[in-house]
Nanobody, 121 residues
Framework: QVQLVESGGGFVQPGGSLRLSCAASGLTFRLFRMSWYRQAPGKERELVASISPSADNMFYADSVKGRFTISRDNFANTIDLQMNSLAPEDTAVYYC??????????????WGQGRQVTVSS
């Protein structure tokens, strides 16, 4: 059974930093592209950052470029999202996602339970 367990996040004032982590189990982690999505109240879920299986390719949404950093550890089966210079617009529930990277794995798409990040003064 695949499990993605998120930790971290919480409450911070504007300009502060937070870190999210996601621990994966029940899958061959090194064959999955890992991503962070977020969903703010009343808005659609959006892709924030993504990292390739070998960590040689990263994607960032324009809104977080230069502030957020995604990383992964293929030995520990974890990914992290370091979030700096946080703004109220970053307030959302953040979700960890694992998607199979090989053509035969396209149906393998898993989600964590979500973690709240609140940025407010």
């Amino acid at each position: 059974q695949v499990q993605l367990v998120e930790s971290g996040g919480g409450f911070v004032q504007p300009g502060g930093s937070l870190r999210l982590s996601c621990a994966a189990s029940g899958l061959t982690f090194r064959l999955f592209r890992m991503s962070w999505y977020r969903q703010a109240p009343g808005k659609e879920r959006e892709l924030v950052a993504s990292i390739s299986p070998s960590a040689d390719n990263m994607f960032y949404a324009d809104s977080v470029k230069g502030r957020f950093t995604i990383s992964r550890d293929n030995f520990a089966n974890t990914i992290d999202l370091q979030m700096n210079s946080l703004a109220p617009e970053d307030t959302a529930v953040y979700y960890c996602n694992a998607k199979g990277a090989l053509p035969i794995m396209t149906s393998m798409d898993y989600w964590g339970q979500g973690r709240q990040v609140t940025v407010s003064s």
